[in-house]
């Protein structure tokens, strides 16, 4: 995608939006208040953005996206049954198929509370973020790091409005550090992972697919977010004299 400046301020939105989306899907059991938060329309077309620009996110987004009305359109036993997927991947008690925290990816073991944990958690505190169970809970798992790269976005919309462009600017540095220091290092293998799950996780196979694809495009996004803010505030620097021509 290529981010003229009259779109910063879409991007922005579409991408906070975007996070909350991946965030109530996998941080949320599929009650149905939860299903039609994820299929209302201004949350779809925060996706519908990123589909414009690449192919495998648009794919990826329409499989997901069938499994979520799908399940909206099951009885109150299927949803039963699918909060119970929900339950054994990212809940337990019982240990999870797949692993959904940073740590049991990039520490020395599979054990939670590493020094990914406490990185993760350094950084949340850099930014006045505090997870709801802390510090009773791994920060590091995929739910909260998602709500946290939203709250980033949340508040960068925010500077944008007011309009701040300096805090627009470092918070699209914030959110590209986390990023790469953190989401994109586990988070796609964590998605090829699930990927050989049974049929029964169906829609969190697919929603952590297209979580994958999502992850890459945001790289892109926030690198053409900081460039054009930039561009913006030095346009603005360069027309701030009285327009006198001095000899």
């Keep these: 995608m290529r981010t003229k400046d009259g779109d910063i301020e879409l991007l922005a939105m579409s991408r906070s939006q975007a996070y909350l989306w991946f965030q109530a899907v ?22 519908a953005v990123f589909c414009e620009a690449d192919l495998r996110f648009r794919a990826a987004q329409e ?23 929900y339950a054994r991947l990212f809940v337990g008690p019982e240990a999870l198929p797949v692993r959904p925290w940073e740590s049991s990816w990039r520490g020395s073991d599979e054990s939670l509370f590493q020094e990914r944990t406490l990185e993760v958690r350094r950084a949340y505190f850099a930014e006045g973020y505090v997870c709801s169970g802390y510090p009773h809970v791994a920060d590091d798992h995929i739910a ?22 300096l805090e627009a600017r470092r918070l699209v540095h914030s959110s590209h550090s986390f990023l790469c220091g953190h989401a994109m290092a586990w988070m796609p293998d964590y998605a ?20 994958k694809e999502f992850l890459r495009l945001d790289e892109t996004a ?22 006198c021509t001095k000899s």
């Design 26 to 47: 996998l941080g949320y059991a599929p009650v149905p208040a939860v299903l039609e938060w994820v299929l209302a329309e201004e949350n779809v077309s925060a996706l």
């Design 192 to 211: 090829e992972a699930c990927s050989t799950l049974p049929a029964s996780y169906g829609l969190y196979v697919r929603v952590v697919q297209l979580l």
């Design 222 to 243: 926030l690198v053409e977010l900081g460039d054009a803010l930039e561009a913006r505030q030095g346009e603005r620097a360069y027309g701030q004299g009285d327009g």
């Design 63 to 85: 499989a997901a996206m069938l499994e979520v009305e799908a399940l909206r359109a099951h009885d109150d036993a299927g949803r039963e049954r699918a909060s119970a997927a």
């Design 144 to 165: 909260i790091e998602l709500d946290f790269m939203a709250s980033l976005g949340v508040r960068m919309v925010e500077a944008l409005g007011r309009p701040d462009a």
